[in-house]
């Protein structure tokens, strides 16, 4: 039986750990946990993450919430997809930090207002489809001269960005069309075969699509 836990729901942030953990050829059983039905919210899971979010990792004794945690948790154990050096590391960091606060939540909330808010609001919709906007072409530019995002080598940070370019189609109609440096790198990644054995992952469960009363109270129990 595999040491490993991987607490798992087809969506932007446990995508990235997914990558992960396939980058890393590690073995590790896949626990679904399908939040349209609230199953985020049960003890069991609360007592692996509090905040009742996915993902969330269990290696053996050690329990680790937060997708952009996991990325770091497992890249400084296994020693793969984080420099050694000063230098390499501090971009890494630079770019992986700039992902995990600025273009996910960005992201997230971008897909929220514009796809699952039942009301219309014009202020937040233009608010963070914009920002959305602005991290891509930040990235787009990076990307012009360096084949990823921290420069020579691939990363967490390419890892991290892959879970929501996945997810581009959701806010913009053209997806990463008007980004083509990003487009290119979302291709390249998509293309290996870690990412490939992701979407076999994705293939293996039912999670439920339709997005209903029963839903919005438990992805926004807040709201009830």
């Given at each position: 039986?595999?040491?490993?836990?991987?607490?798992?729901?087809?969506?932007?942030?446990?995508?990235?750990?997914?990558?992960?953990?396939?980058?890393?050829?590690l073995d590790y059983a896949v626990k679904p946990v399908d939040t349209?039905?609230?199953?985020?919210?049960?003890?069991n899971f609360l007592a692996v993450n509090p905040n009742a979010k996915?993902?969330?990792?269990?290696?053996?004794?050690?329990?680790?919430?937060?997708?952009?945690?996991?990325?770091?948790?497992?890249?400084?154990?296994?020693?793969?997809?984080?420099?050694?050096?000063?230098?390499?590391?501090?971009?890494?960091?630079?770019?992986?930090?700039?992902?995990?606060?600025?273009?996910?939540?960005?992201?997230?909330?971008?897909?929220?207002?514009?796809?699952?808010?039942?009301?219309?609001?014009?202020?937040?919709?233009?608010?963070?489809?914009?920002?959305?906007?602005?991290?891509?072409?930040?990235?787009?530019?990076?990307?012009?001269?360096?084949?990823?995002?921290?420069?020579?080598?691939?990363?967490?940070?390419?890892?991290?960005?892959?879970?929501?370019?996945?997810?581009?189609?959701?806010?913009?109609?053209?997806?990463?069309?008007?980004?083509?440096?990003?487009?290119?790198?979302?291709?390249?990644?998509?293309?290996?075969?870690?990412?490939?054995?992701?979407?076999?992952?994705?293939?293996?469960?039912?999670?439920?699509?339709?997005?209903?009363?029963?839903?919005?109270?438990?992805?926004?129990?807040?709201?009830?």
């Open positions: 039986m595999a040491d490993l836990t991987f607490f798992f729901h087809p969506s932007p942030n446990p995508l990235k750990v997914a990558l992960m953990l396939e980058e890393l050829g349209f039905k609230g199953e985020q919210h049960e003890p996915l993902p969330a990792l269990q290696d053996g004794a050690v329990t680790v919430f937060d997708s952009n945690a996991i990325l770091l948790y497992l890249a400084d154990k296994h020693g793969q997809f984080l420099p050694a050096s000063s230098d390499g590391k501090a971009q890494v960091l630079s770019w992986h930090m700039f992902v995990a606060t600025g273009l996910s939540p960005f992201s997230g909330q971008a897909v929220h207002f514009l796809k699952m808010c039942p009301e219309d609001i014009p202020y937040a919709k233009n608010r963070y489809e914009k920002e959305v906007i602005r991290h891509y072409a930040i990235l787009d530019e990076r990307l012009k001269s360096n084949p990823y995002i921290a420069g020579t080598d691939y990363s967490i940070a390419d890892i991290g960005a892959w879970g929501w370019m996945n997810f581009a189609p959701y806010i913009f109609d053209d997806g990463l069309s008007r980004f083509p440096n990003v487009e290119r790198l979302f291709n390249e990644i998509s293309a290996r075969p870690a990412a490939q054995r992701v979407n076999a992952v994705k293939e293996k469960f039912e999670f439920k699509q339709d997005f209903d009363e029963e839903t919005q109270k438990a992805l926004f129990p807040q709201n009830a």
